[in-house]
């Protein structure tokens, strides 16, 4: 028989009851009647938003009564499922507004990280096109507030901006948006340094156009990596920045290019190759749509044919 194994087990349990024997006197040691639940309140919606009942009973010295049921019914989630628990409701003294008016204690369009949990991690957006933005960089980084962005540029609930339909680069030129400050003088124009928000379509994946015949394949890196293009080179009101806008255009056909539209825009034969010339290197046509897609074509789909 092992002692030492013994003994260190033994050592192992001791410790183990004195850890949980002191959670639970901690537990036991907060007065849930005297300082409300112990554990917080996290609202979700429209955003998340954490109330710690101890901070303002214990540590400020409020009761229970100045806020119950006035203000708020003693009953979780009640104030969420009103759909009244907004921003716009607390400057109206509403809510925790009933308090943070800026006199009793901090307004509550200011100090927002004091309830409010910035979101970990990026947002991305995938509509129009894929965008990535991440708070970090602007509030740690730059120093910004929470308050030089919400509510005025964007609605603080997660979706707001999409759903909007007005979240385009066209809103950002006329400063909306992102573009209240990427306006060239505060930060970088909004319509430069594309990459630094936009995710570059990953190759070896190439777009892919099947109309009007079927195949044209184009390559993001070949353009921009290897020949140094901007993408503002072509989104520029030559193609608009969501995938196949061109594709269900109807002027996107080998006319429009020879008028210098679209690809022929460079494609000229003084900046690049003409658009009437070295057509296989566009075209691989349904064969080479099958080996990229492992789609299997039909004898129909060929030039309409």
Known sequence: MNSKFYTALGATVLAGSFMFTSQAI????YDAKA???????????PTKVVFVHQSHT??????????????FSMQRGVAMRTG??????????????????GDTA?????????CHIAPEGDITWEDPTTVVFGHSMHADDLGLECTECHDALFTMKSGAATDSGTFTMAAFAEGKYCGACHDGDNAF???????????????PDPMIWVKPVKAVVFHHNTHVEDYGLECSSCHDGTFAMKKGAAEHADDFTMESLYAGK????????????????LCNTCHIGVKGYQRLTGETPHAEEHGGH
């Not at 716009?88 to 507004?97: D, N, Q, T």
């Not at 679209?262 to 010339?277: I, L, M, P, R, V």
């Open 26 to 29: 901690a537990t036991d040691g």
């Open 35 to 45: 300082f409300g639940p112990e554990s917080p309140i996290i609202w979700d919606k």
């Open 58 to 71: 214990d540590e400020i010295g409020l009761e229970c009564s100045e806020c119950h049921d006035d203000i």
């Open 84 to 101: 009244k628990l907004t921003m716009a409701s607390l400057a109206e003294g509403k809510f925790c507004g009933a308090c943070h008016d």
């Open 106 to 114: 901090f307004a509550s369009d200011t100090n927002c990280t004091a």
């Open 189 to 203: 124009a909004s319509d430069s340094d594309c990459s630094t928000c936009h995710a570059l379509p990953a190759d």
């Open 262 to 277: 679209y690809c022929g825009k460079c494609h000229d034969g003084d900046t690049a190759f003409a658009s009437n010339t």
